[in-house]
């Protein structure tokens, strides 16, 4: 590999510019590729510089512009040149992300890289829906989970019984298509029909909408409203805070 290059493996946040960390702009506003998903903000990407190389590798519910092997190999090859390349991801490289994958890449073919955590959509989309993830009069833990799970299997991964049983916040990534599935094995499992959900779609934009319901009438209602990805589902009793803490206005 040609010395100096190196991959930075960067989380754009849940969408507001705002929300990008200072490291992260900085990487951006200096690297030589930039290798970015759909999600990323055009704001963020105007950043770049004028000659910087843009690669487009957006990935998006049934369309990949690249391969996830390729994307890894142009990472490799970028670097390879001796570039300065980052890799900008929506949300949090690290959490359902792929960020793993393409570090674990990078180690293996020597590239070196760093890893810049960002904000990631549950926080984001729960914090600017004014819904509290954890809370000391109903709950104490909250988990993240895909909806998108590999197709292996009858069962897949996720244990959704144990899951209706654990009293946690629930945050689904990646569940639009399996919504009312999802409820209905949380159910099954022993969740309160009732409980509360909401859905954020384009969280911390100027596009944000959401849908609030319950477990039993959610899917519907998502439905109903048009919503689809990218969201986030949350569910259990701090959902209900939404209504009185909500607090941004998309509209300005």
């Not at 899917?219 to 803490?245: D, M, N, R, T």
Request: with cysteine; proline share 6%.
């Amino acid at each position: 590999m040609t010395e100096g290059g190196k991959v930075y493996l960067v989380g754009a946040g849940p969408g507001d510019p705002d929300l990008v960390t200072i490291k992260g702009k900085r990487l951006i506003q200096t690297c030589d590729a930039l290798v970015f998903d759909y999600l990323v903000s055009e704001e963020v990407m105007s950043w770049a510089r004028n000659d910087c190389q843009m690669h487009c590798v957006g990935k998006r519910a049934g369309f990949h512009s690249l391969p996830q092997g390729e994307i890894e190999e142009l990472l490799v090859e970028l670097a390879g040149q001796g570039l300065k390349v980052v890799r900008l991801k929506g949300g949090d490289p690290f959490v359902f992300g792929r960020g793993g994958e393409e570090a674990q890449t990078l180690h293996r073919e020597g590239i070196p890289f760093e890893v810049v955590p960002a904000v990631t959509a549950a926080l984001g989309c729960a914090a600017y829906c004014g819904i509290p993830l954890t809370h000391r009069n109903w709950t104490s833990s909250v988990t993240f989970i895909s909806g998108h799970e590999k197709p292996e299997g009858e069962q897949g991964k996720v244990n959704w019984e144990f899951h209706a049983k654990s009293g946690a916040t629930l945050v689904l990534y990646m569940s639009m298509g399996r919504l009312e599935e999802i409820c209905g094995k949380l159910i099954s499992g022993g969740r309160n029909p009732e409980e509360p959900v909401t859905v954020v779609q384009w969280g911390t934009t100027p596009r944000q909408r959401s849908v609030r319901g319950t477990l039993t009438d959610i899917s519907w209602k998502v439905k109903e409203a048009g919503l689809g990805p990218p969201s986030v589902v949350i569910i259990g009793q701090v959902a209900s805070l939404g209504e009185l803490l909500d607090w941004f206005d998309p509209s300005i």
